[in-house]
């Protein structure tokens, strides 16, 4: 019996199929400091317990997209260890926060299937979910993904293409138990402006700029426990280069845009987002946003909006598609979530 | 409104403006285990609670220059955005160790300002205190900086230039509470030389040497919340070079000179220090060191001892400064500080 | 009085002689965060709280390789300062689970010593301990290295040679209190193979490689504090290249590992090993492993496998010497070990 794992293939998922996924892991105050490390974050929520304590959370949380990325991380043996492009993710939301001392576990449950006409690769969807150590979804989203069929010849399965928000609305966003900001410290937190200080349709050049290196996507992708060879083994692709994971473009961005955006403070949801060019080590990120929409939550004080978070490798800022409606060359990330604001 | 910081110029300053600067900090493991996989850190009362213990500390505190690096770090976005050199320090002292879980802020008080006579720069002297979330001064010190105009014909001030200590007296330091080198290990420490072993004018050639990776400065800066543009975006600088922040040359050089001073336990005060050149990836930090003074201390077994700590990217140890009175080339560090030492 | 380590030459050691070897190390939730950042580390008990619970421990320990990690790099100035190389490994126990907030010292034995012909080196053998903050030997292992004359008219001492155990007997090895797989998750742990699914003589390819980079195996090195200058300096060798450390190579093979003994969760013996090659930044390593030995433990349900763990540098797996007995140029590591696994 083969002891390594094969990965699955796209003849091997069945419409609600659940799968378990492998390696719980327990987050600490280590992860947290790496993530400062690793990224130029300065949100103050996740930055200091004081401050956190002062928007009603008991202590600081683990960053989102580091939740984000030990879930997803978790789903790579199973999902998209042959799969050929990450093509999309939707409806994600975070449903509390991750708070260190938590131990995270996923769980996938195939939701679509489609196979492609070449009869050599079909799409999978699958909604994720991330639970902590008492059993509490954390967070859960959508990802679909091209894979690899290994038996040419198996049958195609009857194609399900699953019904997904285009854009979560603010009924569906999750506002964290106790969340305050009634006291919101905007001198601690960095920037004066809040959430009816931003008007949809503006856009927010990041104007920093990070340099990026090999050891430092592996080390972050590494804690994240993704596995993916084509990351971390520089004789895997014919060019000698190293793919870099498409989560560590997304929370360079998120980082870069603090500045302009310090009072988005938490991540709410995940409406898409797309890779739309590779990243590699030496390039430089740059970063800038839009507001597509804003919206009151439930929450007196607590505001959301609605960003487009877009990444670059250089270039001016606020161009996203040539004429022919393609991403340009050096856009990487185009990403589309809710955050929330003192109003 | 534009939403970006644009940072402070050097007519945003004024005599007595005080400057509460954003995202606090709490500090903890993740730190600590950073600090010493970045830094050949050895000093035995930062590396094991039960040493720290054995000399009444009620744990290993942070690395007294990690605290001086987050402190540091959040003063930039409003000190040195816009600064061409940083020019020196100087009445820098500890004032109480930081712990882990502890919350730090900062604030600075601008007390000194001298427009350049070409009038497109000009001198800004600040006094940063660090404080805790008891609202506790851990740290302070004086910093000064060269900042742009933004509008040249913006009037010059008045010129203040403060008066400084050029060095701080033994009188002027403060021991933690509870320090007590009376049980103190000299096995577990690393070396036998106690404080009465040194004699002042003595040179010490601490022999290791580490060369520097961008991922390394880059990390570190970053953990420190350090946004300095120009040592994370290599397309910054027309040499496609990052500088290296200059307090990652500082705890190389003083990891480095545990191998000659391991008992030099405890940074207390730090009397001036000039970054004489540029440090970059590539090179290989060395670090020699000086006794300049030495003073029995307030509390019976602790001795202070004042060296001068001097990296420098390889040539010959003890070398200075040439004929012309300039730092020679080689020497990146030059720093004034006083540390204490069982008698 | 020079004030730095020189290290010990081959005169300075005699039999019977204990070091006690300096810095103690309190370790924690950030080394462990680290780890997994520098490896790409996956086995459930090291990564769950909650999954080492489940196999009756308090918590999650550091990785047994950390731990030695630790140990190891506290010997390194007075064991291995002027070594010329290090000759094998035996008799590595380990006896206790190290937790965070747990203080590892670590201190020597001289076992064994044997002037070479040539006068000018000798190879000195050592039993090295690692203690908590309770006294308590959390490892052990025997280790013997090649150390430089200074004075070659030393007169040489008279040859000691010890008699180690070629291999540990499941007898020798200890198994963790509490240790209890009754209700072991395989879905979690991530693969479905228990001991008795081993075959002596089965070989497995881990097939995953990582590329080496310098930033990561110094950050990993300094994390034990293992000062050996041929890691850090790139003027040390004439080629410029720094030479990895040998553990570094072990972490990154036993992680890959997982990929096929995901369930070989605890390290408990060291039966020796072989650094066949030097490792260098910019190879990409790979490894695989082949099944020594099984044995039933005293504890119901934990078995024991003895496997040899090989890293390479590229190559077809499976190959590890020539025709004339010498370790083939690609193979980095030959180690040879005793884990535990679910029956």
């Given at each position: 019996m083969a002891k390594t794992n094969p990965g699955r293939f796209f003849e091997d998922y069945a419409i609600g199929q659940v799968i378990d996924h492998a390696v719980p892991r327990t987050v600490g105050q280590g992860e947290r400091a790496l993530y400062h490390a690793l990224y130029p974050a300065r949100h103050a929520l996740y930055s200091s317990d004081e401050f956190a304590r002062g928007c009603g959370l008991p202590q600081s949380p683990l960053d989102d997209l580091a939740a984000f990325h030990v879930v997803f991380g978790k789903t790579v043996p199973d999902v998209s260890l042959n799969a050929v492009a990450n093509l999309g993710y939707a409806e994600?939301?975070?449903l509390k926060p991750v708070y260190p001392g938590d131990t995270l576990r996923a769980s996938s449950e195939v939701i679509g299937l489609k196979q492609n006409s070449n009869g050599k690769t079909g799409v999978v969807y699958v909604r994720t979910r991330g639970m902590n150590q008492a059993g509490e979804t954390v967070m859960e989203y959508v990802r679909w993904v091209m894979v690899r069929k290994n038996d040419v010849d198996a049958p195609a399965p009857e194609t399900v293409v699953p019904e997904l928000k285009r854009v979560l609305s603010v009924d569906d966003l999750v506002i964290p138990d106790g969340l305050d900001f009634s006291n919101y410290d905007f001198t601690l937190a960095g920037e004066p402006h809040r959430w009816g200080d931003y008007e949809v349709g503006e856009q927010i050049d990041h104007v920093d700029g990070v340099t990026i290196e090999e050891a430092e996507h592996m080390m972050a992708t590494r804690l994240w426990q993704n596995t993916a060879k084509v990351h971390f083994d520089a004789t895997f692709r014919p060019d000698g280069q190293r793919l870099i994971y498409g989560g560590h473009v997304i929370s360079m961005a998120r980082a870069l845009s603090f500045n302009g955006l310090a009072n988005a403070q938490m991540i709410v949801g995940l409406n898409g987002g797309a890779h739309a060019n590779p990243c590699f080590s030496g390039l430089t990120v740059k970063a800038w946003s839009e507001v597509l929409d804003k919206a009151e939550t439930s929450v007196p004080g607590v505001g959301a909006v609605r960003l487009r978070l877009v990444a670059t490798r250089?270039?001016?800022?606020?161009r996203l598609k040539g004429d022919d409606g393609k991403y340009l060359p050096e856009v990487m990330l185009d990403l589309d979530y809710w955050a929330l604001m003192p109003v």
């Open positions: 994600g939301r975070w250089g270039g001016a800022p606020f």
